[in-house]
């Protein structure tokens, strides 16, 4: 072996040692300053083909991270670009709320607005125009009216009473109305689009049913002709009615005598003195009892019964039957 020193191999540091292979003896370790140029070529080349830095000591000495027939694991994190040659850093990774959270739905608007709440009705009610007790032509319109739809199954009378409010409330609650009883323009005007306007025959017929064969006793002069069987009085002069009307009698108890009577006294505003109650166009021929008009029967109907006197309904038709009538005209009660 020859040892030759020519201070500069071309590569390494002055003063390197070069040591030639001169007879199949394994070659001798690289002296120190070849080893310093090796390590500067793989940096240099490292950086020309993109690579990420690594460790910055020993980085040289570490193995490679991947085997080349594998593909590298995604890193996590994604490295922002910069501009120019500042250090690549990482980006913060995405906010749970902002990538990873499900959007919140978005309320309809139906949800988000809330509905004021109906305030109270401040309209007026319905103005009343008949109520119970009232008596007038026009209650005599409105009785004729319900009769035309099955609400009122009597004959008109005039009066507002108790079998008028049940009528009238029966509409009322068919047709989806408040059932008060009384009739109110609503229920009026309701009315009034379902019926026609009523005949005479339907507003003042002269009973509710057929009058009576009269008595023959009732067939000559002037005769009030009362017949209990079909509850109707008829004023006759000579055998010809004049006028007719509806009548209800006493009770079992209190029973209005039968036979033939006269009229004995006439007193338009009576009272009576034994039951207190109003006796109007009194037609007095048996004692204390007398043909006279009837609040209670015009209201009621035949539901109930006086005290022996021969009830009226229909109030002008009795006013104009105590005009006619004399002291000491004839009465006929029979069956």
């Known amino acids: 072996m020859v040892d030759t020193d020519s201070g500069w191999d071309g590569r390494g540091g002055r003063g390197s040692r070069v040591t030639r292979n001169t007879g199949g003896a394994r070659p001798a370790e690289p002296i120190p300053g070849r080893r310093v140029a090796a390590v500067s070529l793989v940096a240099l080349a490292a950086l020309a083909t993109g690579c990420e830095p690594g460790t910055a000591t020993g980085a040289q000495d570490a193995p490679p991270s991947a085997r080349p027939t594998q593909a590298a694991a995604p890193s996590p994190a994604r490295t922002a670009p910069l501009p120019g040659d500042a250090k690549p850093r990482t980006a913060p990774p995405p906010s749970p709320s902002a990538s990873t959270a499900a959007p919140a739905p978005t309320p309809s608007s139906d949800a988000t607005t809330a509905r004021p709440a109906p305030e109270p009705s401040t309209a007026p009610p319905p103005r009343v125009l008949m109520r119970t007790g009232s008596e007038s032509d026009r209650v005599r319109e409105l009785q004729a009216r319900l009769r035309q739809i099955g609400h009122f199954g009597r004959n008109p009378t005039g009066y507002y009473g108790s079998v008028t409010a049940d009528a009238v409330r029966s509409f009322q609650a068919k047709r989806s109305l408040p059932v008060t009883g009384s009739t109110d323009e609503v229920t009026w005007q309701r009315l009034l689009a379902m019926t026609r306007v009523p005949t005479a025959a339907e507003l003042r017929p002269p009973t509710e049913r057929p009058v009576a064969a009269p008595d023959e006793r009732c067939l000559k002069g002037r005769v009030l002709c009362i017949s209990k ?58 004692g204390g009892q007398a043909v006279h008009y009837s609040a209670d029967f015009a209201a009621n109907g035949y539901g109930g019964a006086s005290h022996g006197c021969v009830n009226v309904r229909d109030k002008k038709k009795v006013a104009a039957l105590f005009d006619q009538v004399r002291t000491g005209d004839k009465v006929v009660v029979y069956w």
Do not use: C, Q
């Not at 509850?231 to 000579?238: E, Q, S, Y």
């Not at 036979?259 to 004995?264: H, I, L, N």
């Open 229 to 286: 069987n079909s509850r109707t009085l008829a004023w006759m002069i000579d055998g010809k009615v004049v006028s007719a009307m509806d009548v209800r009698f006493g009770s079992e108890y209190t029973p209005t005598r039968e036979g033939v009577f006269e009229v004995f006294w006439k007193s338009r505003d009576h009272v009576s003195t034994l039951y207190d109650t109003p006796m109007p166009y009194a037609l007095f021929f048996s």
